[in-house]
């Protein structure tokens, strides 16, 4: 089947549904099948593709527990009845369904992905209205305490040093810290602590 016009024969391809054949200059070539279609008959469905199933995967979930089932999807009347197989089947179980909600007393709130933030300091999975320290009566982990303790103290050591060591400059001191200048006593000092 050649397609395209008379100056431009290369151009286009006739559709291959026996019903169709029309001339589309934009075919599709069904990726099942292999053949050439136009627009409304490049569906899988609409052509009736003998190897539609090889690609087609559908998930059902479950009403009752939410758990997904893979089904091929090419027939209505299957999914129905891949749902009563798995409700009969006894994996099929309501306590499953509880998704999880915000730790805030009295917030309902389900977390999703885009609705779930984790504080910093507790490490509790909270709402994003709920997503600040007072939000939820922050209560510091144990590694969180010992982490600013250690910022703390080592923000008063560099304190002291600064008050206490106030006249000893680090750049006029050897690597020995015998108190010989590094540099010519000319230059400008720069104090690097």
Not at 43 to 58: A, T
Request: with cysteine; aromatic share 4%.
């Amino acid at each position: 089947m050649e397609g395209g016009t008379e100056a431009f024969p290369d151009l286009g391809a006739h559709c291959q549904d026996p019903e169709c054949n029309q001339l589309d200059f934009l075919p599709f070539k069904c990726d099942s099948c292999r053949k050439v279609f136009c627009l409304d008959h490049r569906s899988y469905e609409s052509h009736n593709c003998p190897k539609s199933d090889h690609r087609n995967r559908k998930v059902q979930v479950c009403k009752t527990c939410s758990t997904s089932i893979e089904t091929t999807g090419r027939y209505k009347d299957d999914e129905k009845a891949l749902l009563d197989r798995h409700e009969k089947s006894g994996d099929c179980d309501p306590k499953k369904k509880k998704k999880p909600t915000c730790a805030v007393r009295r917030c309902r709130d389900v977390l999703s992905l885009s609705n779930t933030s984790v504080c910093k300091s507790c490490q509790i999975k909270v709402c994003l209205k709920h997503r600040f320290p007072a939000d939820h009566s922050c209560k510091p982990n144990s590694s969180a305490v010992t982490a600013s303790a250690s910022d703390s103290k080592f923000l008063i050591a560099l304190a002291k040093r600064n008050v206490n060591g106030g006249g000893n400059d680090c750049a006029k001191e050897g690597r020995g810290g015998t108190g010989v200048a590094a540099s010519p006593p000319s230059t400008p000092s720069v104090k690097a602590c």
